[in-house]
């Protein structure tokens, strides 16, 4: 059974860097074809996708948002890590893990966490 | 990156009744197209990919079609559970994109 869970702080402020982590369980990030990414959806409105990791460390990331993102895994600890630089109040949104089902199709979703970026 | 445009933006029906949801986008994705409903405080659910293959455990009530442009999502019989929001997604180049969504609200 895949379960994903995002952690992270529910509130950061202006120009902060969020770090956001997902631990999952039921799949590795090792085995070939596996991929593990972020999509992000503000407060009634559509999905945004953010990031991809790779098993084999390939990283992919949004082209508007690629300048302030950096998804990093560690096997050993079924964990992927999302950083985004200088937050704004626009970045506030709920944050979803995702397991790479096929090409760029998303199959298990976290259950979201919150963040909010305010002063 | 491909836009993908969802209608109509809200579909007021009954039980019972059928559901036909669009998406169209700005350029072929081939048949690399997806579909997720969204529950309110709830993470979005995969439905339907490349097109038209149900996910796991998704009811047969649930269809896909369409290729190239445009696709089509339809619910043969609107259950009470079936009232949502419905996302399409390309997974056909990176990024992928999603639509802005369709709500499924009882009449």
């Known amino acids: 059974q895949i379960t994903l869970k995002e952690s992270g702080p529910t509130l950061v402020k202006p120009t902060q860097t969020l770090t956001l982590t997902c631990t999952f369980s039921g799949f590795s990030l090792s085995t070939r074809g596996v991929g593990v990414g972020w999509v992000r959806q503000p407060p009634g409105k559509a999905l945004e996708w953010l990031a991809l990791i790779y098993w084999d460390d390939d990283k992919r990331y949004s082209p508007s948002l690629k300048n302030r993102l950096t998804i990093t895994k560690d096997t050993s600890k079924n964990q992927v890590v999302l950083t985004m630089t200088n937050m704004d109040p626009v970045d506030t949104a709920t944050y979803y893990c995702v397991h790479r089902k096929t090409s760029l199709t998303f199959d298990y979703w976290g259950q979201g966490t919150l963040v909010a970026v305010s002063s | 990156e491909i836009v993908l445009t969802q209608s109509p933006a809200t579909l007021s029906l009954s039980p019972g009744e059928r559901a036909t949801l669009s998406c169209r986008a700005s350029q072929s994705v081939s048949s690399y197209l997806a579909w997720y409903q969204q529950k309110p405080g709830q993470a979005p659910r995969l439905l339907i990919y490349?097109?038209?293959n149900r996910a796991t455990g998704i009811p047969a009530r649930f269809s896909g079609s369409g290729s190239g442009t445009d696709f089509t999502l339809t619910i043969s019989s609107l259950q009470p559970e079936d009232f949502a929001v419905y996302f399409c997604q390309q997974s056909y180049s990176t990024p992928p994109t999603f639509g802005q969504g369709t709500k499924v609200e009882i009449k």
């Open positions: 490349d097109a038209s």
